[in-house]
Nanobody
């Protein structure tokens, strides 16, 4: 099992940046594929970015490509989400998620993840 704790959310002006972190417990962090998801008010949770176990492969939603970077440090059991040029529609609760059995494009589907953090609020104001 793994426990996930997100941090780094906050309020920025549109066009600004946020860097989110997700710290994982346990000694097998490197065996998990990781994902970041966002849930805007009144909307369903959506995929933002994902990263392979080694960190060599990354995946992004079309809406954030070029503005968002996901990375991980397996020595620190942490995954990061750097968000630049934030848009107001990027406002929401950001969740990190982990799973050890995801394959291929399944990293984009929230239903495939077994472990979730409690979320951190990110707000971009106009």
């Amino acid at each position: 099992q793994v426990q996930l704790v997100e941090s780094g959310g906050g309020l920025v002006q549109a066009g600004g940046s946020l860097r989110l972190s997700c710290a994982a417990s346990g000694r097998t962090f490197s065996s998990y594929r990781m994902g970041w998801f966002r849930q805007a008010p009144g909307k369903e949770r959506e995929f933002v970015a994902g990263i392979s176990r080694s960190g060599r492969a990354t995946y992004y939603a079309d809406s954030v490509k070029g503005r968002v970077n996901i990375s991980r440090d397996n020595a620190k059991n942490t995954v990061y989400l750097q968000m630049n040029s934030l848009k107001t529609e990027g406002t929401g609760i950001y969740y990190c998620a982990a799973d050890s059995s995801l394959t291929g494009d399944g990293i984009r589907r929230g239903s495939g993840y077994d472990y979730w953090g409690q979320g951190t609020q990110g707000t971009a104001s106009s």
